[in-house]
C-alpha cells in the first residue's frame, strides 16, 4: 500500500522513499545529507549565508559523491542569497528548494532554465497558487509546528487550504511529523511525500555537537515556541525553537534595532540583515560549539516525540514500516465498517 501511494513522490524525487530532509543551517551539512541519500530518503543541503566560494566546494564535492538526487536550500532571505544563486546556477544539482520566504518569479524561472526542478514553500492558498503560477514543480506545506523559519498556520488548517485544492504539481507536507503512522495518513489525504527535521537531527550520522542533541532529547513540544513580531516596522519571519537565552537575546535585539529604526540610525533593510546575522551565528553556536543556553535551538513541536538518537537507516526504515502497518490497519477497520 505504502508503494502505491509513494509512487508520485517517489518519481519526482527519483529516490527510493519520498521523504525529505529538511534544509536545517549548520546542520544539513555533507554528512547528514550523505546519510539520508544513501539510505534511501531525499535530501536538502542548507545553504544557510554561506560564503559563496564555500558553497561551492561543498556543492562541488555533493555532486561528485552523491549517487541519487538531492536539493540545495537557498534561504531568499540571506544576505548572500544572490551570489550563492548564480554560482548554483552553473551547477549539477537536480533541485533547488528556496526557503525563508517566497522566489520570485524570476528566481523560478532562471534555476528552470538551468535545467534544476525547483520547490518553494506555501503558508496559505494565496501563497500556493502563487508559486504555481511562478511555475514552481512542486510545494512544502509547512505549519507552523516546524522548526526553524516558519509560517503562522497550523499544518491541520493547511492541508484543508492547499492540499485539498491544488492539484497540478506535487505537494510534500511538513511541521510536526515524526512518525510513519503519520506520514501514512498525510499521503492518504494526498500528500506525494514528507518532510522531516527535528528527526534527522535525532540521527547518529548528524554531527551537530552532542549537547545539542541532549537538549532534544529533554524537551518538550510545548518549549518549542515561535518567535514574535514586536513591531510592523521590523518585519521578522518567525522562528520556532527551544527556549533558551538565545530566544532572550532576539527579543532585546528586536527591541534595539526598533529604538535605532526609530532614531533614523539605521534603515529597515539593515535592520532585517542584522536579525538574519543573529540567528545564523547563535545557531551556529549550538550546533556546532555547544552552546545551548546562549545559541539558538531551532526544533519543531515534534520533539517532544522524539526520545531516542538512532542510525539513519533504521529511522527510515521504521518511518516506512510504520506507515505500512497503519495502511493496512486502516484498510482493515475500512472493511469492517457497513455501507449505509
Not at 556546532?288 to 539513519?312: K, N, R, W
Request: glycine share 10%.
Amino acid at each position: 500500500m505504502f508503494d502505491a501511494l509513494a509512487a508520485r513522490g517517489r518519481e519526482f524525487l527519483g529516490v527510493r522513499y519520498p521523504i525529505i530532509s529538511g534544509g536545517m543551517t549548520w546542520v544539513s551539512n555533507f554528512a547528514l545529507v550523505k546519510a539520508v541519500s544513501d539510505c534511501g530518503g531525499f535530501p536538502v543541503f542548507a545553504g544557510g549565508n554561506m560564503p559563496p566560494a564555500l558553497l561551492e566546494t561543498e556543492v562541488d564535492r555533493l555532486v561528485a559523491e552523491l549517487k541519487h538526487p538531492f536539493a540545495v536550500n537557498l534561504i531568499t532571505i540571506a544576505p548572500n542569497f544572490r551570489a550563492q544563486y548564480e554560482v548554483l546556477q552553473s551547477k549539477k544539482v537536480p533541485f533547488v528548494v528556496f526557503a525563508g520566504s517566497f522566489p520570485r518569479k524570476s528566481d523560478v524561472q532562471g534555476m528552470k532554465q538551468a535545467g534544476k526542478r525547483c520547490m518553494a514553500f506555501a503558508s496559505e492558498g494565496s501563497i500556493a497558487e502563487q508559486q504555481i503560477r511562478f511555475g514552481i514543480d512542486a510545494l512544502i506545506l509547512e505549519g507552523s509546528e516546524a522548526g526553524g523559519h516558519i509560517g503562522h498556520v497550523s499544518l491541520m488548517v493547511l492541508l484543508q487550504q492547499v492540499l485539498f485544492a491544488y492539484d497540478a504539481v506535487p505537494i510534500f507536507v511538513a511541521g510536526g511529523i515524526a512518525t510513519g503512522r503519520m506520514m501514512a495518513h498525510l499521503m492518504l489525504m494526498g500528500a506525494a511525500g514528507v518532510q522531516l527535521g527535528t528527526r534527522f537531527v535525532m540521527s547518529e550520522e548528524c554531527t551537530a555537537h552532542p549537547k545539542f542533541k541532549e537538549a532534544f532529547l529533554h524537551a518538550h513540544a510545548r518549549q518549542a515556541i515561535s518567535t514574535p513580531q514586536y513591531d510592523s516596522k521590523l518585519p521578522v519571519v518567525a522562528v520556532r525553537a527551544i527556549k533558551n537565552g538565545g530566544m532572550e537575546a532576539f527579543g532585546k535585539l528586536q527591541l534595539e534595532l526598533l529604538k535605532q529604526l526609530e532614531a533614523g540610525e539605521i534603515t529597515r533593510e539593515a535592520a532585517q540583515y542584522e536579525v538574519e546575522h543573529f540567528w545564523v551565528g547563535s545557531l551556529r553556536k549550538a550546533v556546532e560549539e555547544g552552546d545551548v543556553e546562549g545559541g539558538s535551538l531551532m526544533a519543531g513541536q515534534s520533539v517532544g516525540l522524539l526520545h531516542d538518537i538512532l542510525p539513519m537507516q533504521q529511522i527510515l526504515d521504521t518511518l516506512v514500516a510504520d506507515a505500512e502497518a497503519e495502511l493496512q490497519r486502516v484498510a482493515g477497520r475500512m472493511g469492517t465498517l457497513n455501507p449505509v
